[in-house]
């Protein structure tokens, strides 16, 4: 049995629960009981190739492995798709409109609106909408919308990971709305966002690799400012800090200079430089990242970073 079945057996059963019952406790008896997360994930960390080739499949095999350890810890507010980023419908456009939104859309399932782009009240299925426009038979007008949609489900944002797995599991549910502790909306989270915590991006026709990132010629990668900290760790093993305070790349750069920079600023932080290249009122738009290594390889060649002095 080698080293990474045992983690991936033993991992999953903290995440799938009483079905792994008996190989979490065959495995737990062989790692020291006293301190058995710690001792699970020293192992993870010296899960090594010392074949080169290897390399990236075993980087991307510890980060699973660690993603798994790390479900209980990691909300679905800090994963979800932000309600300014939500596909959303307006229930009282005609039935006409609506259909051709969700034929339009990327996504199978939309939610519905009322009065309020946060009022929902309703999520429509892609599916059960083309049944209800074949029984229809050509009469899309008379659609009643309501009818065809699902109640709403919603969460709280402190939720972990690891409790919103088994609640969908339970419901048999793919798809739930993320709320505060008042009620507001704030997003959307999916059985795929947990999923992707796990392996990485899950990409299909419809998707792009790594949303909102763009690698540049010089080494560099202009970023969005929406763009989680997690997904840029996991996708470039990179070390950038995922603190309570702020999720996102923009929400770093705020926390550590604290301030909003204005455009043009540039921040050495945790072995990157950052610049400052798009900001739209108090929001960091795009951000452009330097590993500090690349920074210092263009002076020695004499190509001077922009902006390269801190304010």
């Known amino acids: 049995m080698t080293l990474l079945f045992i983690l991936a057996l033993l991992a999953s059963g903290l995440a799938l629960g009483a079905a792994a019952v008996p190989a979490v406790a065959w495995l737990r008896?062989?790692?020291?009981?006293?301190d058995f997360g710690e001792a699970l994930r020293s192992a993870i960390e010296e899960h090594a190739s010392t074949d080169a080739g290897d390399a990236a499949e075993v980087r991307q095999e510890r980060a699973?492995?660690?993603?798994?350890?790390d479900?209980?810890?990691?909300?679905v507010g800090e994963v979800m798709t932000h309600r300014r980023h939500m596909a959303t419908v307006d229930i009282d456009l005609p039935p006409g409109d609506i259909v051709d939104a969700a034929l339009a859309s990327e996504y199978t399932r939309l939610p519905l609106w009322r009065g309020d782009p946060d009022n929902i009240i309703g999520v429509i299925h892609a599916k059960s909408l083309?049944?209800?426009v074949r029984a229809a038979r050509g009469?899309?007008?008379?659609?009643?919308?309501?009818?065809?949609?699902?109640?709403?489900?919603?969460?709280p944002d402190a939720t972990s990971l690891l409790d919103q797995l088994e609640a969908f599991r339970k419901r048999r549910e793919h798809f739930a709305?993320?709320?505060d502790e008042y009620g507001s909306l704030l997003g959307l989270v999916t059985l795929e966002d947990i999923l992707e915590e796990i392996v990485g991006d899950i990409t299909d026709e419809l998707d792009t690799h790594v949303a909102g990132v763009y690698p540049q010629p010089d080494g560099g990668y202009i970023i969005d400012g929406t763009v989680t900290v997690r997904d840029l760790n996991r996708e470039f093993d990179w070390g950038l800090p995922d603190e309570e305070d702020y999720s996102t790349i923009a929400g770093l750069?705020?926390?550590?200079?604290?301030?909003?920079?204005?455009?043009g600023q540039t921040f050495t932080?945790?072995?990157?430089?950052?610049?400052i290249l798009k900001r739209q009122r108090n929001q960091i738009l795009t951000v452009r990242l330097m590993p500090a290594t690349k920074v210092e390889r263009r002076e020695k060649t004499g190509a001077e970073p922009r902006n390269k002095n801190n304010p």
């Open 29 to 34: 008896r062989r790692i020291r009981p006293d």
């Open 64 to 69: 699973m492995l660690r993603s798994i350890l």
């Open 71 to 75: 479900l209980a810890d990691v909300t």
């Open 130 to 132: 083309l049944r209800a």
């Open 139 to 155: 009469q899309i007008e008379s659609l009643n919308i309501e009818r065809v949609a699902t109640k709403p489900w919603f969460v």
């Open 177 to 179: 709305l993320v709320v």
């Open 253 to 263: 750069v705020i926390h550590e200079s604290r301030h909003i920079p204005e455009v």
């Open 269 to 275: 932080f945790f072995g990157f430089l950052f610049e």
